[in-house]
């Protein structure tokens, strides 16, 4: 083998290893029940980058695939476009499926780090914690949060070190 082939092979392993992780300060929920949390969520806020710019009525659908994994299915409005946009994927967990340490991908082989670091005890509400703290979703079965459940999730992202000020807060039309 190359020096250049093993080169490209070692950062190939690399990447993948380092884009499935999760924020230091960050834990993820333990014990968790993957079925529970299979269905339907709505976007409520999150940080926003280039996948999801200018998207609101965004939700994400997860059901259950082959061999353990979580088939994804997001979905979200462009308000400037004026169309949907729709992103299939697919996650495996990270270690064993009762902790929510999971990678996700919608390209191929390449996985980045999805991490639920707070759910309630119904599995109506998710706090979930991408690689790093570029990433942060908070998740609801409805289009709505109660402000008690916002305002905690909000302290337990503080606490893993994001900076919450500059959320997106998602609006869901129900004309849509």
Known sequence: ???RCLTVLTLLCLLQCSCARIPQKA????????TKY??????IARKDFKFEKNLNNTTAEYTAGKKG???????GY???KNEWKES?????????DTLAKLKVSFCGPFYSGYNV??????????????RNLDYLWILSRSTSIPDPVKKEYLIIAQK???NTDDLVWVTHDKAR
């Open 88 to 96: 299939m994927g697919k996650a495996k967990f990270r270690k064993a």
């Open 160 to 162: 893993a070190g994001y």
């Open 78 to 80: 462009n308000y400037r």
């Open 1 to 3: 083998m190359t020096m």
């Open 38 to 43: 299979l269905g339907k969520w709505y976007e």
């Open 117 to 130: 670091i707070a759910i309630d005890k119904d599995y109506q509400y998710a706090l979930v914690a991408g």
């Open 69 to 75: 994994r979580i088939l994804v299915d997001n979905k």
């Open 27 to 34: 834990e993820a929920v333990h014990p968790f029940d993957k």
